[in-house]
């Protein structure tokens, strides 16, 4: 059985940081895009950084791009999310998600195209 699990969400203070962990059993995410997701309350789900599988490729959402760091660790098969400079609307449930690409550099992040996802991990922002 293959899946997904995210972990590292929580309460954090606007200003503050938090680092999203997403592990995979079942499976090697060495051929994978890898790709953090969130989804506020009323809202749809939306790409956030997505990495390509040879790490050398990221995407990122522009709300925020310069405050989250996507990075991967093939040996450890999981996947990171640094969230710095935290605001209130960063606040939703965070899902990862994974997708078998030929091209090793694609960092596409759109969500359509993810087929294996987590159950996702809340994240809150407020002071």
């Known amino acids: 059985q293959s899946y997904l699990v995210e972990s590292g969400g929580g309460l954090a203070q606007p200003g503050g940081s938090l680092r999203l962990s997403c592990a995979a059993s079942?499976?090697?995410?060495?051929?994978?895009?890898l790709g953090w997701f969130r989804q506020a309350p009323g809202k749809e789900r939306e790409g956030v950084a997505c990495?390509?599988?040879?790490?050398?490729?990221?995407t990122y959402a522009e709300s925020v791009k310069g405050r989250f760091t996507i990075s991967r660790d093939n040996a450890e098969n999981t996947v990171y999310l640094q969230m710095n400079s935290l605001k209130p609307e960063d606040t939703g449930v965070y899902y990862c998600?994974?997708?078998?690409?030929?091209?090793?550099?694609?960092?596409?992040?759109?969500?359509?195209?993810?087929?294996?996802w987590g159950q996702g991990t809340q994240v809150t922002v407020s002071s």
């Open positions: 998600a994974a997708d078998a690409r030929y091209d090793n550099q694609d960092s596409r992040c759109s969500r359509e195209a993810f087929p294996s």
């Open positions: 079942g499976f090697v995410l060495d051929y994978y895009t």
């Open positions: 990495i390509s599988s040879s790490g050398q490729s990221t």
